[in-house]
């Protein structure tokens, strides 16, 4: 047990390193068992990892009002119904149940270009 304290085993160690490396990041992560989380590592210790694991949240608007006062779809307002919110969740995982650890892609579109295509000529 002394072997596992001192964290000698050199896949722990990797995995604790790439950890290390995708902290603060939303990271894919799969465990041995079979289970997915996607969520934020906010901390690496040698034994464990902290994660923050989002969840939804059905929240209804306005049940207490009648039905006067409610809010119909408009520019800012989806419309009346449930609303959907996602919460961060912190939980704990011991290191050594880690399989896979992966980071999730966010494609980036480039922001249309406020002047013309160079060469412009006026005239």
């Given at each position: 047990?002394?072997?596992?304290?001192?964290?000698?085993?050199?896949?722990?160690?990797?995995?604790?390193?790439?950890?290390?490396?995708?902290?603060?990041?939303?990271?894919?992560?799969?465990?041995?068992?079979?289970?997915?989380?996607?969520?934020?590592?906010?901390?690496?210790?040698?034994?464990?990892?902290?994660?923050?694991?989002?969840?939804?949240?059905?929240?209804?608007?306005?049940?207490?009002?009648?039905?006067?006062?409610?809010?119909?779809?408009?520019?800012?307002?989806?419309?009346?119904?449930?609303?959907?919110?996602r919460r961060f969740v912190r939980q704990a995982f011991p290191l050594a149940s880690l399989a896979a650890l992966s980071l999730?892609?966010?494609?980036?579109?480039?922001?249309?270009?406020?002047?013309?295509?160079?060469?412009?000529?006026?005239?």
């Open positions: 047990m002394e072997l596992e304290r001192e964290d000698n085993y050199r896949d722990l160690q990797n995995i604790h390193e790439k950890c290390k490396r995708c902290m603060y990041y939303h990271t894919k992560l799969t465990l041995t068992d079979g289970r997915t989380f996607d969520g934020i590592i906010e901390n690496v210790d040698p034994d464990r990892i902290i994660i923050l694991v989002g969840e939804d949240v059905l929240a209804r608007e306005n049940e207490s009002h009648s039905e006067q006062y409610r809010v119909y779809p408009g520019y800012y307002h989806p419309g009346p119904g449930p609303i959907r919110y999730l892609p966010y494609p980036y579109i480039a922001p249309p270009v406020p002047y013309p295509i160079y060469p412009y000529f006026p005239y």
